[in-house]
């Protein structure tokens, strides 16, 4: 989606994301090998049943359902971060996880020709359970030699 595409107040889905055993202890061995994510034999005779996934694996599952769904094609090059990040519930081996996005704000800059959006995205799991909760800033290039590789 080109910036111009976004307003505040619209509301987008992606997905669903199937979370597989597999994929969650191959991310958990090299990006955070604690035992609950990446032991499944220890795991499982834990408080959580099994293997949970990384709340790094589950925001890099929204990252790409974004990346994917949303900014293909568009001016978007950089973020400078995030105002807050949440995990409210654990993703486990089977969840079928759904983006949900809402546009906070879509602006540009006075100073640079940027595009400036704030924006929330909340992953559900197939039981409506919020496992993800964050709020994103995205930078888009606005100037007149911006266009996109292939738009």
């Given at each position: 989606?080109?910036?111009?595409?976004?307003?505040?107040?619209?509301?987008?889905?992606?997905?669903?994301?199937?979370?597989?055993?597999?994929?969650?202890?191959?991310?958990?061995?090299?990006?955070?090998?604690?035992w609950f994510h990446a032991d499944v034999q220890a795991a499982?005779?834990?408080?959580?049943?099994?293997?949970?996934?990384?709340?790094?694996?589950?925001?890099?599952?929204?990252?790409?359902?974004?990346?994917?769904?949303?900014?293909?094609?568009?001016?978007?090059?950089?973020?400078?971060?995030?105002?807050?990040?949440?995990?409210?519930?654990?993703?486990?081996?089977?969840?079928?996880?759904?983006?949900?996005?809402?546009?906070?704000?879509?602006?540009?800059?006075?100073?640079?020709?940027?595009?400036?959006?704030?924006?929330?995205?909340q992953l559900l799991n197939q039981r409506e359970q919020e496992v993800l909760?964050?709020?994103?800033?995205?930078?888009?290039?606005?100037?007149?030699?911006?266009?996109?590789?292939?738009?």
């Amino acid at each position: 989606m080109k910036f111009a595409e976004f307003h505040a107040g619209q509301r987008l889905t992606a997905g669903p994301y199937r979370v597989s055993e597999a994929d969650i202890v191959a991310f958990a061995q090299q990006w955070d090998p604690q035992w609950f994510h990446a032991d499944v034999q220890a795991a499982s005779a834990s408080h959580w049943g099994g293997v949970i996934a990384s709340g790094w694996h589950t925001a890099s599952i929204a990252m790409r359902l974004v990346a994917d769904h949303f900014l293909v094609g568009s001016e978007s090059f950089a973020s400078p971060g995030l105002e807050q990040l949440r995990w409210p519930a654990p993703v486990k081996p089977g969840d079928l996880l759904t983006l949900q996005v809402e546009v906070i704000e879509a602006r540009r800059s006075r100073q640079k020709p940027l595009g400036i959006l704030r924006w929330r995205w909340q992953l559900l799991n197939q039981r409506e359970q919020e496992v993800l909760d964050l709020t994103v800033t995205s930078l888009f290039d606005l100037g007149p030699d911006a266009a996109a590789p292939g738009a």
